[in-house]
């Protein structure tokens, strides 16, 4: 291992929670800033002792490059290898794969940041939970969006989420929700209600849920998992910097979501080859530099609260296109971090070990021994991460 980088793993190895204090996260005192990446699979995968190894070679590939949080999937819901294979009913051996990610990531230096449900179908997400409510004769459930105002299917995720945060970790004895190796809970990965444009509807469910998962777990951050689209209570952003115009009609609404006091960061996403794919790659720089900054500023002066760009990808279409990519996230996230702003790091989509199979490849993994351009940027960022860090505890 490169001294440089495992001098950073050791340096963030740290024991506390992460808190948040203002447009900053703080670690034992001191603001923190970070480096991450996205790998959904760790639980998935760990279930089969036979491919642990591909969890152990991607948190040994993370530290590496210098990262420091990992964003994964804490549910799997009626779907093979089902954390929750009905309402209430848990798979055990699941939860103990959850257990060994868990426990794994601390001797990586890994904070994790664990996602609860999902908003589209895969890993069963909102839609199974309508179906199961279907299956008990819950009537009136017109579409998948009933998951965020029927009170039958509320109290179906409140189970789960209550389950979760107790769980005693069968590795480490630790509860969940007093271990600070988990950074923090996101309500759900990419919520969307489209058919209430307005937002009221999802705006009530994340009030209802951030007030709930506090009740239980009042040491970990929290945040909804948004992908940063505005919304009607900020109709001018809406026109301005949103992606296209059915962004602004999804039910989210960056500013109001985040407004809510149980909420302790915001998240935004950027993936300019889904939301701009007929764009040069001109364009899509160009508004990615301004989708970061617009939702750094807004975090900054609006909310009053960090920021992290929680997933970020590009397809490699032309040679150097994901090095540029990668180039203007990076700069446009140090450049507020460096100035006081709210930034506070990105996570790119996805960190792949060597050997992954294919059925998972999406166009936008990432393997370091494939894209050493791409890598040796992920590495100057987190070393950049790191001066901060660095600074921070010096100044003070």
């Not at 950073?8 to 900053?24: L, Y």
């Not at 991607?58 to 990262?67: I, R, S, T």
């Not at 951030?210 to 970990?220: E, F, G, M, P």
């Not at 993936?271 to 900054?293: G, H």
Request: proline share 3%; charged share 20%.
């Amino acid at each position: 291992m490169d001294s440089s980088v495992e001098s950073i793993a050791v340096e963030q190895r740290n024991e506390g929670f992460v808190k948040s204090n203002g447009t900053h996260f703080q670690l034992d005192g001191y603001p923190f800033f970070l480096n991450g990446f996205n790998t959904y699979w760790l639980m998935y995968l760990a279930v089969d002792a036979g491919q642990r190894s591909k969890v152990i070679a991607v948190m040994q590939e993370a530290m590496d490059l210098g990262l420091t949080l990992a964003r994964t999937w804490a549910f799997n819901d009626g779907c093979y290898r089902a954390l929750q294979k009905a309402p209430g009913v848990y798979d055990e051996q699941i939860f103990q794969s959850l257990d060994f990610v868990i426990a794994e990531a601390k001797k990586y230096g890994l904070k994790l940041l664990l996602s609860l449900s999902n908003s589209f179908s895969d890993f069963g997400g909102k839609a199974q939970y309508v179906q199961w409510a279907r299956s008990a004769g819950v009537s009136g459930l017109d579409s998948d969006d009933a998951f965020f105002t029927d009170s039958v299917i509320k109290g179906y995720y409140k189970a789960f989420v209550q389950t979760v945060l107790t769980r005693v970790n069968t590795v480490n004895g630790l509860a969940y929700r007093d271990d600070p190796t988990i950074f923090g809970w996101e309500l759900m990965n990419e919520p969307r209600c489209p058919s209430d444009s307005s937002g009221d509807k999802l705006q009530g469910w994340i009030e209802e849920m951030a007030k709930y998962v506090k009740s239980i777990d009042n040491q970990h951050l929290l945040t909804v998992g948004l992908e940063g689209f505005y919304g009607s209570s900020t109709p001018e952003e809406s026109a301005a910097a949103n992606p296209n115009s059915y962004a602004g009609q999804v039910g989210t609404d960056f500013i109001r979501n985040h407004a809510i006091k149980e909420i302790d960061f915001s998240t935004a996403h950027i993936y300019p080859d889904n939301w701009l794919w007929q764009a040069s790659i001109e364009s899509q720089l160009s508004f990615t530099t301004n989708w970061i900054k617009t939702h750094a500023v807004d975090s900054q002066n609006q909310l009053n609260k960090p920021i992290i760009y929680a997933e970020f990808g590009k397809l490699e279409k032309q040679a150097g296109d994901r090095h540029k990519f990668f180039s203007a996230v990076y700069d446009g996230i140090h450049g507020s971090c460096s100035s006081g702003g709210a930034a506070a790091g990105g996570l790119l989509w996805q960190l792949f070990p060597d050997g992954m199979d294919g059925g998972m490849c999406d166009g936008f993994e990432v393997v370091a021994s494939k894209s050493p351009s791409t890598a040796s940027i992920i590495k100057a960022q987190s070393q950049r991460m790191s001066i901060l860090n660095k600074k921070s505890k010096n100044s003070n």
